[in-house]
Nanobody, 119 residues
Framework: QVQLAESGGGLVQPGGSLRLSCVVSGVTFSAYVMGWFRQAPGQEREFVAVVSWGGSNIDYADSVKGRFTISRDNAKSTAYLQMNSLKPEDTAIYYC????????????WGQGTQVTVSS
């Protein structure tokens, strides 16, 4: 079965950094577009970043541009989200997702990892 497993979340002070990882199993990882999303309590799920199979096509939400970096290691079947200069408004559950098509359908999702930015 297809599984996505996020890790790397936690409590960090404003201005700090975290690196999220998403390990994918049960699929041919390199054939999937990978994305990161987040959802704060009482709010809708929000797009954060996306990276194509080869890592050359990348897009970010305006709110994280210049602070977050998405990448992937196909040999390790892992996607990453490096988060720098974190702000309290970045607090959310972060989800990894995979899409086999464009327009994106986000066929598979992980369980999420909590990121809390607070002094």
């Amino acid at each position: 079965q297809v599984q996505l497993a996020e890790s790397g979340g936690g409590l960090v002070q404003p201005g700090g950094s975290l690196r999220l990882s998403c390990v994918v199993s049960g699929v041919t990882f390199s054939a999937y577009v990978m994305g990161w999303f987040r959802q704060a309590p009482g709010q809708e799920r929000e797009f954060v970043a996306v990276v194509s199979w080869g890592g050359s096509n990348i897009d970010y939400a305006d709110s994280v541009k210049g602070r977050f970096t998405i990448s992937r290691d196909n040999a390790k079947s892992t996607a990453y989200l490096q988060m720098n200069s974190l702000k309290p408004e970045d607090t959310a559950i972060y989800y990894c997702a995979a899409s086999v098509t464009e327009p994106f359908q986000w066929d598979y999702w992980g369980q999420g990892t909590q990121v809390t930015v607070s002094s």
